[in-house]
Each structure stands twice: as C-alpha cells, then as structure tokens.
C-alpha cells in the first residue's frame, strides 16, 4: 500500500522534473519527441519534398530594417532530378538547388536541421488552413515561453510544405516563404529514374544541356577535434550564438576565409571571417552604421547582411533570420576597436630600434 | 491596383526600382494573369537568350565572375616605378593589390627638367629614405601584414543560400585534413529522408529518435 502510493509519488515526480526541463529548454533533455507532437508533419513534408514531383511559384519576403524585400521563384522538382529554381528577376540563371537549404526554401530540412528544431523548440500541430486553395495542416514552432517562433503549412494530400513562417521576438512574422501556385501532376511518391527523363513542364525552359543537381551527403556538426584543429589554425569563433543559435559547419577549405554555419532549426546566420583589414572605399552601395562607437557596414536585401573589421579581421554576416535574432548574434560577435596608426607605427619603432640595439 | 502591363518586361528584366519591384511583385501574389504573362515573358527572353550562341565554359566563367568580384584576386600591375597609390612612403605595400584607378596623371613635364629639377632631385632621394624608414616602422608595425580586403558577397552569398544546415558533406579545414565523414548512403529501411542526411554519431550524447513508420533497432533489454 505505502510502497506503491511512493511508486506513485516518485513517477509524479520524474515526470514532473521531465515537464519542467522541457519547458526550460536550457538543457535539451535527451527525447523531446514525445512533447514535438507535430516533428512527424515535418519530416513528412521533408520527405514529400524529395520524392513528389511538382512546379509552382514561391514567393518569399523578408522584413529587414527598411520594409518588406520580396522575391519570387518559379520553381520545379522531380524526384528523379532534382529541384530548380529561377529568380523571376533574372539577376542571376536559375539553378538546381539543395531543397533543404536556403536557396530550396528549406523545404526539406534534413534530419539534423529537425532535431535541432526540436532540441530548441516545442513543435505542435495547430489545426488546418488553406494555402493556394490546398487545404492544409498547421505546425507552429513554439518558444519555451509558448510564444510561436514558427509557422508551417503542410499539404494535407501531398504532405509538400506550402507556406513557412518565422517570427521575431515581438509575434511578428520576419520572414515568409509561400507557394502561390503550385501543380501536382501526380500526387503520389513516383518511383525514381526510370530512365526516360520525365516531360520538361513548357514553361520552364532546361537551363544546361547537363543538369548536375547538388548531391546532399550525410553530415555531422563538426565535432570537438574538427573545432580544436581550426582553432589551432588561428581562428577564434564560438561554438553558440545568441537566440539558440548552435553551429553547424565550420570550415577553412577556401583558405582565405572562414565560414561559419549557424542555426537554430529555422534560421540560418552565416560568418564570414577573413583576414586583413576592410577596404571601406570599395563598399558601394552599402551604407555605415553605428554600434556602440564601432562602425558596421549594412545593405537591404532579402537576406539581412552585415560588414565590419575588428582586431584585424573582416567580419560577414549574411542572416535569413528575425532582425532581433541577427542584431543579437552582431553584438556576440567581436568588435575590437583596430589598433591605432600611432600605436602601430610606435611598436614598429620600437621593433626596429630593438633591431639596432639587441640589449634595448 | 491595375494589372502590371508593361512593367511585366521591366520586371523581368531586373529594371525595377526596390519600391516599385516590391509592389509588382506584391500584385503578382495576387494576381495570376499578370503571373503567367510574367512567365509568357520569361520563357520568350530565356528562349532568345539561348540562341546568343555557345554558353561559356563553367569555370571560365567562374574566373570571369571571380575577377570582376569587388574582394576578387586582381592580377598585379606591372609598373616600372613605385607610384603614390600602391605604396606608402616609398615601401610598397605587401599583399595589397592595386584596385584603385589606375594613375593616368601626366608624366611628360618630368622629361622637360634642368638643374632645378635635379636639385629636386636629391631632395626626393633624401625623403624617399626618410619615407622608406617611416614605411618600414609601419610594416613592421603590422599595417603591411593585414591586407585591404573586401567581402566577396557573391561567393558568401552563395555559400550562405546553398549550403544545406546538417545536410551537406562540409570538408572541415583546408585541402590537408580530409573530410572526416565518411558517405553513408541510407538506414536501410527505405526512409525517404535517409537519403538527405541524418546525424552519424557524435559525441553529443543524443540518442538517435527514430522516425515514425521506420522500424528501428529494438532496445537491448
Ligand atoms: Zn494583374
């Protein structure tokens, strides 16, 4: 009798202590799934947007400092080739792209890019809509607080995401990635290559006579060692940045930079960091702003996009993410005011006056 | 607001002003004639730029791309003297490539020169050595060791817009150390999004959450 009623204590207890840590969210407990009751709608639309084909219209706005920068993308996907995607405003041809990155609109978010979603978040099923007349099931994305960092729209028939929606800190939508229109033609997973290569949709003309679209390869955040051998190269970064933010690919390869990959399951904010100190004569069309007495270098565009020297190195930051969020990752970042000329040319006295006199 | 008429081909042809732009394109979220003139025009121009001839090779273009970068490699200019815009004091500036206007000032009048012109002389030698020496402070002092660089947004962009979080094989470190990861094709349980990526172990001890429908490894009990 008294030993169950302290059976019974001790699981109120552990289930207790588990609901609190997962509302803290400071320590991502080691299975969140069961509280992500809406994960499995992602990572079937994740799926749904490798295997189904389809074309359509996007249409993605972000709110940066300036007001709304809009851009619209038509584009096409067959599970056997790929998905391509064209600028309607051709500054650049259109190209086939990863569909979990950026450019593809994050339409299929691998799994790491989930689970990373729910490490920081509560994702939940939150009833149904309509998206290009498509009816829909809603996934939101919520902060340990319960306010909604998140919006999906997830295809009730086909399962493809229709409509993302990141919010700021404030309940503002930051930033919207949504099909106009779009055309199943088969609304079923195709079975892949069957060799003929399916009909080109008229309308979207082949780019290349060889289409390569990128290959996406497993990958793991680079680990301890893969850090320590950067920083032993010289580079100073953090493993975190403000807002959830956690790295997900460092990586030297180009030489003469380093790049940074940072999110949170929903944004993404990239570090550029290079040696040497900033040309400020040859930024056109960027204007400077000030932080705290450091000057920063910004320019509107979909993405939020920053510049700035300090402690001898060039800082970029390119963010498709809520303002609040890149403002706080900018501010973590370093800005060392540069060594003055005068103490500059004072050291190099100094050296060259050590020269001459090795007992100075 | 009226249909987007004639800016149909401004649009596509990236003429638009920011403001204006934004608007044609907020008509366009609304307005499906308008959308599928806008692609009657695209294909038209697409099908007209493919006739312009053989296409480039891809990293022919790359380079081209790469040197009209405002942050890009420039290829040295060859000059016969150290001139003012490259150089401080006489001492050229290591690592820094010269992307200013190239100097067009005239050099004539210096041919014309008598003995003035060589007393002048000896008075350059002498701040030329002076200037060599206050250059010399400065590249020792570190200035020459930084060079002047500038982002290379086209490059960052892309990197920025292509690369996939968690998704993609990331070559850790330069062209020494090989990428640790090692491909790993699928589960084997046919899981559509095995084929993206999932996490390889890491030291993060995370256990692996299976997806639904995937049957997974049962429990050692
Ligand atoms: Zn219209």
Redesign the pocket.
């Known amino acids: 009798m008294s030993r169950s009623s302290l059976g019974v204590l001790v699981a109120a207890v552990v289930l207790l202590s588990l609901a609190v840590s997962a509302r803290a969210g400071t320590v991502p407990p080691p299975d969140q799934e069961g509280d992500d009751t809406g994960l499995h709608l992602l990572r079937e639309a994740a799926a749904a947007a490798r295997l189904q084909d389809y074309t359509g219209t996007r249409f993605v706005t972000s709110w940066g400092i300036s007001g709304a920068s809009s851009t619209l993308f038509d584009v096409r996907h067959t599970a056997a080739g790929g998905l391509f995607v064209d600028d309607v405003s051709p500054r650049e041809p259109g190209r086939w792209v990863d569909p979990g990155s950026l450019a593809g609109g994050m339409a299929s978010p691998p799994e790491g890019m989930l689970r990373t979603l729910a490490g920081n978040y509560r994702v939940v099923p939150a009833g149904g809509g309509v998206v290009c007349g498509r009816d829909s099931l809603i996934v939101e994305a919520l902060r340990p607080d319960g306010t909604r960092a998140a919006r999906f729209w997830i295809d009730e028939l086909s399962r493809l995401l229709l409509r993302r929606e990141i919010l700021d800190g404030a309940g503002r939508v930051a930033y919207a990635d949504t099909f106009l229109d779009l055309t199943l033609p088969d609304p079923r997973p195709v079975p892949p290559a069957t060799g003929s290569a399916p009909a080109e949709p008229p309308r979207v003309p082949s780019p290349s006579p060889s289409p390569s679209p990128p290959q996406s390869l497993p990958q793991s955040p680079p680990g301890p060692e893969e850090l320590d051998r950067l920083r032993a190269r010289g580079w100073e970064f953090s493993g975190s940045l403000p807002g959830r933010l956690r790295l997900f690919s460092a990586s030297d390869a180009a030489r003469d930079y380093l790049y940074l990959g940072y999110s949170d399951g929903l944004s993404v904010v990239s570090v550029f960091i290079q040696p040497g100190d900033l040309d400020e004569t040859r930024l056109r069309g960027w204007h400077a702003q000030s932080l705290d007495g450091h000057t920063i270098w910004i320019r509107d565009s979909v993405e939020r996009e920053a510049i700035w020297a300090s402690g001898g190195h060039v800082y970029t930051v390119l963010a498709d993410a809520p303002a609040d969020m890149v403002d706080a990752a900018i501010a973590a970042l370093p800005h060392e005011g540069e060594p003055g000329l005068w103490l500059r040319m004072g050291k190099g006295a100094a050296r060259l006056l050590s020269w001459i006199n090795p007992f100075e | 607001m009226?249909?987007?008429g004639e800016r149909v081909s401004a649009l596509v042809d990236g003429e638009l002003g920011h403001v204006e732009r934004e608007r044609a394109l907020a008509?366009?979220t609304f307005?499906a004639?308008?959308r599928s003139e806008v692609e009657a025009e695209r294909a038209l121009k697409n099908r007209l730029r493919a006739l312009d001839g053989p296409a480039m090779p891809a990293d022919l273009t790359m380079s081209l791309l790469r040197m009209s970068e405002p942050g890009g490699p420039l290829p040295p200019r060859v000059r016969p003297f150290p001139d003012a815009s490259r150089s401080f004091g006489g001492v050229p500036l290591p690592g820094m490539h010269s992307g200013g206007p190239p100097d067009n000032r005239p050099r004539g009048r210096a041919q014309s020169r008598g003995g003035r012109a060589r007393r002048a002389g000896y008075v350059a030698v002498g701040l030329t050595s002076a200037a060599v020496a206050f250059g010399t402070m400065f590249v020792v002092g570190g200035l020459g060791a930084t060079p002047a660089v500038v982002p290379q947004m086209e490059k960052f962009a892309n990197q920025h817009k292509t690369t996939a979080p968690y998704g993609q094989l990331n070559v850790f470190g330069s062209a020494s150390t090989p990428p640790a990861v090692p491909y790993e094709p699928a589960r084997g349980d046919g899981a559509p999004y095995a084929r993206s990526a999932h996490d390889t172990p890491t030291p993060t001890p995370r256990p692996a959450t299976p997806a639904p429908g995937t049957p997974s490894t049962p429990p050692l009990r």
Do not use: G, I
Request: glycine residues 0%.
């Open positions: 009226s249909h987007l008509h366009l307005c004639d308008c």
